[in-house]
T-cell receptor
Framework: RKEVEQDPGPFNVPEGATVAFNCTYSNSASQSFFWYRQDCRKEPKLLMSVYSSGNEDGRFTAQLNRASQYISLLIRDSKLSDSATYLCVVNDGSGGYQKVTFGTGTKLQVIP | EPEVTQTPSHQVTQMGQEVILRCVPISNHLYFYWYRQILGQKVEFLVSFYNNEISEKSEIFDDQFSVERPDGSNFTLKIRSTKLEDSAMYFC????????????????FGPGTRLTVL
């Protein structure tokens, strides 16, 4: 089983739609969870951290389910500018808190 | 807004040659990282660096690779005797601190250097 697994997509959604991505992780000892965004041929940028209680930032909501070892990202009212690849990132805390593992990403295309 | 910078943006080299990729982390950051992303694949951790020494490295980071902070601003990744499979985008990142239990210090990524080995 891959350490961090995501559906690669692409998810093609119309503007204004709500879309959700899931990510599963294999290490039950994982400590920290994040969603990054990566535009084509650009660097990853932190979108949001994912907390146990769930957290929201504007149109974006992240959830963590430790029992099932998955995290989710919900995007409401999709904008054209949301088109990107969304990377699930996990820090398992082993040997320090700097090493993170990236998923392969889920590609989102928002269509006019 | 402070940012991580990397040079060159694109490096083309012959197989077997040595390359040095350069990064200037954000000035008050203490931890530095290198990642690579082979085209169409995921971002992979290579190494983290703190206080002038490697603090963590992945299995990818073998004897072919080395890192250095030659002065107060630059952070370099050297790849000796490049192979075709080293062709990838190499991202440098930096963070204020390395993180403590349950707390992650955001890593800021540079724009990357695209390495092409012919």
């Amino acid at each position: 089983r891959k350490e961090v697994e995501q559906d690669p997509g692409p998810f093609n959604v119309p503007e204004g739609a709500t879309v959700a991505f899931n990510c599963t992780y294999s290490n039950s000892a994982s400590q920290s969870f994040f969603w990054y965004r990566q535009d084509c041929r650009k660097e990853p940028k932190l979108l949001m951290s994912v907390y146990s209680s769930g957290n929201e930032d504007g149109r974006f909501t992240a959830q963590l389910n430790r029992a099932s070892q998955y995290i989710s990202l919900l995007i409401r009212d999709s904008k054209l500018s949301d088109s990107a690849t969304y990377l699930c990132v996990v820090n398992d805390g082993s040997g320090g808190y700097q090493k993170v593992t990236f998923g392969t990403g889920t590609k989102l295309q928002v269509i006019p | 807004e402070p940012e991580v910078t990397q040079t060159p943006s694109h490096q083309v080299t012959q197989m077997g040659q040595e390359v040095i990729l350069r990064c200037v982390p954000i000035s008050n950051h203490l931890y530095f990282y290198w990642y690579r992303q082979i085209l169409g694949q995921k971002v992979e951790f290579l190494v983290s660096f703190y206080n002038n020494e490697i603090s963590e490295k992945s299995e990818i980071f073998d004897d072919q690779f080395s890192v250095e902070r030659p002065d107060g601003s630059n952070f370099t990744l050297k790849i000796r005797s490049t192979k075709l499979e080293d062709s990838a985008m190499y991202f440098c990142a930096s963070s204020e601190a390395g993180g403590t239990r349950g707390f992650y210090n955001e890593q800021f990524f540079g724009p990357g250097t695209r390495l092409t080995v012919l």
